[in-house]
């Protein structure tokens, strides 16, 4: 044989069996899955960063760890991402290299989006069981668990529904008693809060989520779904009428300070927490430890967002009073996972009535388990507005297409703001935005599997 | 492989090159051997391999499989075991240029690069010739030009939107000297002048090490014989150093025209996603597409293009400085 013929085929070989190296590690490893006997092995869980509370995240963690350890005699290993991008990726490669995190917990509308690629382990009643059972969550949670009950894939982990906050002296001193339970009884309130350099509403006009829930739940509360069925409804003219009104609120009520075309939902929140707002909408229960430490401690209160859609004074036959999206994490099980009953055994933890309740002490969010909410809400009557808007919330489509059709939302936003600050949004353009919107949307919709 | 023929070909004489030619035609090795110029004779070319073997690994197989990916309708759906994805030819890259912003963003990217790199130039030269003679304080002169170059574009991009954000730094300042500004920095027109600002303030110092490396090869003779000559600053500059910088800066030019076509960080962190219209670059745009939209094959069908997109640039300067080709070897001979 010739010797260049002799190095290719070295070549080659070397090149074969440092490729297999790369794939065949997933399938080494573990072995006694079926029992929840975790001696000698890892977990690892794929958690959000706690932005608000990171110290006592990292104690939370080395807890969770000890217990589990003490349960089962398995290490548990948590990791985090900053951005539900930085996830997305995680998930992404994970899913085709087939290692990674043996448990992620998603965010509840990004949960169709990483359930489309099948990677989570199906729930099924052996499932639920490990976790103690389905029927021990709070019914309106399970909706963002799978596109129907036998396609699960997320157990409810906790749950952040939306709601405002409102200023009570600044409603008191402009004599409003309660505050709104319509899109346009709330615009009207915003206008007799609005003087000086005193605004009726803090938004956060440039933020990457914010904007699609008003829409999404002014459409919703209008009778649009958005994504109805195997159609995309962006071009609906409620949806129109949300977009008119949630930028309205600047050009035409002038309730919202000019400046907010560029915050981020953290900047909406200083607004208010310094008494320059009378509402901020869109807000969760995690900004109480915020507005607690500032000039607004003590004259601030929760209620639900208005669930009667924009130029309506009762909720048409179509709609839903909806308060605020599914708002929460699920937690799901890789289907690689080489140690599956143990991951279940860690869920089944992580969704115990104690967890529930120290996760609702340490970082405000609440619990997920009917008994765990049942006895935070007797705990906490000023919170009655937080667990109202929980059952009361609606799930956004569990389609692999949602995720499209969110960034879309958004982007008709992004697209608008240099006319927004200008101080006027034509309709012409709106509609143009929301047809190629409406076209992505609908491309998405047609690729679902 | 014709070149090595060619060359023997010079310097044997007719009749011995055709019978040669009949030798290596017929394989014989120690003809080979002699048919190649003392200097190519017994290379350990096989020292190559482990270089070669991760050139294959790290570059070549992943641009084949970016190929193939190209072809596939590869999504969330399909990823879990994605070399069964359905194959499409060229759907993909008819989606592309039909269906999405590609053209747009294409056209954003190159037109920004191209202004980037344009003005960078003569900061570049100028701050290298500037720094070029002692001085007292010169080192610590030329510290302080490397620094945005040295930053992470991370950070540049986190401060400078700070900077831009409604009623921030830039406005305050605007408006001490008198100038009221209206509208948004980070989101409309003004967005697309805002990254040409910050890209070309980070990425000068590029051009500027570059120049003053090249500099450094213009021997003080050179020097001393102009002086002796005559010549004036210009004349020296324009006829005597000028000459010397025209490779640096070429590369200079090609490098960062690259650099910038490619930027992805300083976009993202300025202006976030969904990008605003003006600013939404080809980078940008491929990462929406395939890391958030998952449609990880039309993804790979926008890289094939950014692929051709710098490859024109690349191929003009890969002939220029001769790096494709034998052609050095000839020249030096000559």
């Known amino acids: 044989m ?4 002799l190095i290719a085929i070295a070549g080659v070989a070397t090149l074969s069996l440092a490729l297999q190296g790369c794939s065949s590690t997933s399938n080494d490893s573990g072995s006694g899955a079926g029992s929840t006997d975790g001696a000698g092995k890892t977990l690892t869980v794929m958690m959000q960063a706690n932005g608000i509370y990171p110290d006592e995240q990292k104690q939370w963690f080395s807890d969770i760890s000890a217990e589990f350890k003490k349960e089962t005699g398995a290490e548990v290993v948590f990791e985090t991402f900053a951005s539900s991008a930085e996830e997305l990726t995680k998930i992404q490669t994970s899913v085709t290299s087939g290692q990674g995190p043996d448990i992620y917990s998603l965010g509840t509308t990004f949960t169709p989006t990483a359930a489309a690629t099948g990677a989570f382990v199906t729930l099924t009643d052996k499932e639920w069981d490990l976790v103690g059972g389905r029927d021990r969550f709070v019914p309106a949670t399970l909706q963002m668990s799978g596109a129907s009950e036998s396609t699960e894939v997320g157990i409810p982990f906790s749950s952040r529904p939306f709601v405002m906050s409102y200023n009570t002296e600044l409603l008191s001193a402009a004599g409003i008693d309660k505050p709104a339970t319509t899109w346009d009884e709330f615009a009207s309130q915003a206008k007799k809060l609005t003087s000086g350099d005193v605004y009726g509403i803090s938004l956060a006009y440039a933020d990457g989520f914010d ?21 995309a409804r962006l071009d609906d003219p409620v949806t129109l009428k949300a977009y008119e009104t949630y930028f309205g609120w600047l050009t035409k009520d002038q309730v919202v300070d000019p400046q907010s075309v560029s915050w981020k939902s953290s900047q909406a929140i200083a ?4 008494g320059k707002a009378a509402y901020l909408p869109m807000a969760t229960g995690t900004s109480k430890v915020t507005l607690d430490n500032s000039s607004v401690a003590g004259k601030y209160a929760y209620a639900v967002m208005p669930t009667i859609p924009p130029g309506s004074t009762t909720l048409p036959s179509d709609g839903k009073a909806a308060t605020s999206i599914i708002s929460g994490d699920n937690i799901v099980v890789a289907n690689y996972s080489e140690n599956q009953e143990l991951a279940f055994a860690l869920v089944k933890l992580l969704t115990s009535d104690s967890v529930q309740q120290d996760r609702f002490t340490l970082f405000g969010e609440l619990p997920t388990s009917q008994d765990a909410a049942a006895k935070v809400q007797t705990d906490n009557p000023e919170l009655e507005a937080l667990i109202k808007s929980s059952a009361q919330s609606v799930g956004t489509p569990f389609s692999g297409a949602w995720g499209d059709t969110q960034n879309e939302l958004v982007n008709v936003v992004t697209q608008t703001l240099p006319s927004l600050s200008s101080g006027s949004v034509n309709q012409g353009d709106l509609k143009s935005l929301l047809g190629s919107a409406q076209d992505v949307a609908q491309t998405a919709l047609d690729k679902v599997r | 492989m014709t070149q090595i023929q060619e060359i023997p070909a010079d310097r044997l004489a007719a009749d011995e090159t055709e019978s040669l030619g009949k030798k290596i035609l017929s394989g014989d090795p120690k003809i080979r051997q002699l048919g190649r110029s003392p200097a190519e004779r017994n290379r350990p070319l096989w020292m190559l391999l482990p270089g070669g073997i991760l050139m294959v ?7 084949l499989l970016a190929f193939f990916i190209a ?6 759906y399909t990823l879990k075991d994605w070399a069964s994805a359905p194959f499409i030819g060229l759907g993909n890259f008819v989606e592309a240029v039909s269906k999405t912003n590609l053209l747009h963003a294409i056209g954003v990217s190159v037109s920004y690069a191209a202004i980037v790199t344009i003005v960078t130039l003569p900061i570049g030269v100028l701050a290298a010739l500037a720094t070029q003679n002692r001085f007292r304080g010169r080192a610590f002169v030329r510290s302080v030009f490397l620094i945005p170059y040295v930053l992470p574009a991370f950070v540049v991009g986190t401060v400078w939107s700070t900077m831009f954000q409604s009623g921030g730094v830039v406005d305050s300042f605007l408006a001490s000297i008198g100038i009221q500004h209206e509208g948004l920095w980070l989101n409309g027109p003004q967005s697309y002048w ?5 890209q070309i303030w980070s990425s000068w110092p590029f051009v500027y090490l570059l120049v003053l490396a090249g500099l450094q090869a213009v021997e003080n003779e050179v020097h001393e014989a102009s002086a002796l000559d005559g010549a004036g600053w210009w004349i020296k500059l324009r006829f005597v150093i000028f000459p010397y910088l025209r490779g640096p800066v070429t590369l200079a030019l090609i490098i960062s025209f690259l650099h910038n076509v490619n930027s992805f960080t300083l ?9 605003p219209k003006d600013v939404e670059v080809l980078p940008i745009l491929t990462y929406v597409t395939s890391f958030q939209s998952s449609r990880f094959g039309l993804g790979a069908a926008m890289a094939v293009f950014s692929l051709v997109l710098i490859l024109i640039p690349l191929f003009v300067y890969l002939k220029a400085v001769r790096l494709d080709s034998g052609d050095d070897k000839k020249v030096s001979k000559k």
Not at chain 1, 216 to 225: D, K, L, R, T
Not at chain 2, 57 to 63: A, G, K, S, T, Y
Not at chain 2, 71 to 76: C, E
């Open chain 2, 71 to 76: 072809m596939l309708d590869l999504d969330q």
């Open chain 1, 271 to 274: 607004a208010f927490s310094e």
């Open chain 2, 57 to 63: 690994v790290i570059i070549v197989i992943p641009l």
């Open chain 2, 194 to 198: 805002v990254l040409v600002l910050v």
């Open chain 2, 267 to 275: 976009p993202f962190v300025l202006f976030g996603v969904p990008a």
């Open chain 1, 2 to 5: 010739k010797k260049s013929t």
């Open chain 1, 211 to 231: 904007p699609w829930k008003f829409i999404w739940a002014m459409s919703v509360q209008a009778g649009n779904p958005i994504l109805d069925g195997k159609t």
